[in-house]
């Protein structure tokens, strides 16, 4: 239902044509059916075409946007390659930070890129699902990511970890001299315009790469703008087009919810780059449809690629996707 924080359409819609009211009465109804979600903006080009937090605590409250945080530090190593900080994509570990290697490291640990990283390819048992506990209560999570048996050849196949993002923030950090907070401050959020508050920090200091960032949902759509229009923003190129067009190429393809994935973020088949974090929290854009979305949901829920997650992509490719 209609509530005092939700706004459709403001201006078109006392005078919309009845194929418009149809469209605000779809999703609407498909919104009212999602009691997970907290909030919904929607922007086709340059105009708002939906804003609402039926629930939660409002557009301009922090949200944890979980592995969305995945997405965004794949945005900061396409800035630390546009200055030169790192080679290349194909560069690595040894050569951009062999200072985070363990003495015990697994064989071979720096020879993985910064491309095996950031498509979660880098062939070492996962930190994430059932191991994740284990590894944020140990007292080194770099050495304990990266001391960890290869299951899969680098390069060869997804295996969705947080350690292996945690793995690129802290190579970002030492390839770059700054934190992982001072670069999204620096390179996303002053040119975005938008706060980015400290977060979680391992045992030896470094911020999580891969989770537990927080963002206003009012940011995460100026994330998702900026990625729809090639790394633009209010006609400032934030992040390069190039890295922009290589990281919505896809690279690889996620077991669980068939998605394919490129550099940091997930594909759809129905043109949608997305952002994807526990809960149900989405930073989206679909650069030929021209839309923008950002959803936030409660984050003590999952959202399961059968089941909330794929909700939300129906409302993607049904109610939001029909507004283009």
Not at 75 to 89: C, F, H, K, P
Not at 139 to 167: C, D, F, I, K
Request: hydrophobic share 45%.
């Amino acid at each position: 239902m209609m509530d005092r924080r939700t706004f459709f359409l403001t201006s078109a819609a006392l005078a919309a044509p009845a194929i418009l009211r149809a469209q605000a009465d779809e999703l609407q109804a498909a919104i009212d059916a999602l009691p997970q979600m907290h909030s919904l903006q929607v922007s086709k080009g340059g105009r708002m075409m939906f804003a609402g937090a039926p629930r939660g605590p409002g557009l301009d409250q922090l949200a944890n946007i979980k592995s969305c945080s995945k997405s965004i530090v794949s945005l900061l190593l396409g800035a630390a390659i546009d200055r030169g900080e790192i080679s290349s994509v194909e560069a690595t570990l040894g050569e951009v930070a062999p200072e985070i290697l363990p003495a015990q490291a697994t064989k071979d640990v720096a020879a993985i890129s910064m491309e095996d990283l950031v498509t979660l390819r880098a062939g070492l048992e996962r930190t994430s699902g059932p191991n994740y506990g284990e590894w944020v209560s140990s007292s080194n999570w770099l050495a304990n990511a990266l001391t960890r048996p290869m299951v899969a050849q680098p390069g060869e196949r997804m295996l969705y970890s947080t350690g292996s993002t945690h793995v690129l923030g802290a190579a970002l950090t030492e390839a770059t001299g700054a934190s992982l907070l001072k670069q999204a401050r620096d390179r996303i959020g002053d040119p975005l315009g938008i706060s980015i508050p400290p977060w979680t920090r391992d045992p030896q200091g470094y911020y999580l790469g891969g989770n537990e960032m927080a963002l206003r949902p009012t940011a995460m759509l100026r994330i998702a703008v900026m990625v729809r229009d090639g790394g633009i923003f209010e006609g400032q190129q934030v992040i390069p087009a190039e890295w922009i067009a290589a990281s919505i190429t896809p690279r690889t393809r996620s077991p669980w919810s068939g998605l394919s994935y490129g550099y940091g973020w997930f594909l759809s088949p129905s043109g949608y780059v997305l952002a994807r974090g526990y809960g149900g929290q989405v930073i989206a854009a679909h650069p030929k449809a021209d839309l923008a979305v950002a959803i936030t949901s409660d984050p003590t829920r999952p959202a399961r690629s059968a089941g909330y997650f794929g909700d939300l992509m129906q409302l993607l490719d049904g109610p939001i996707l029909s507004l283009a």
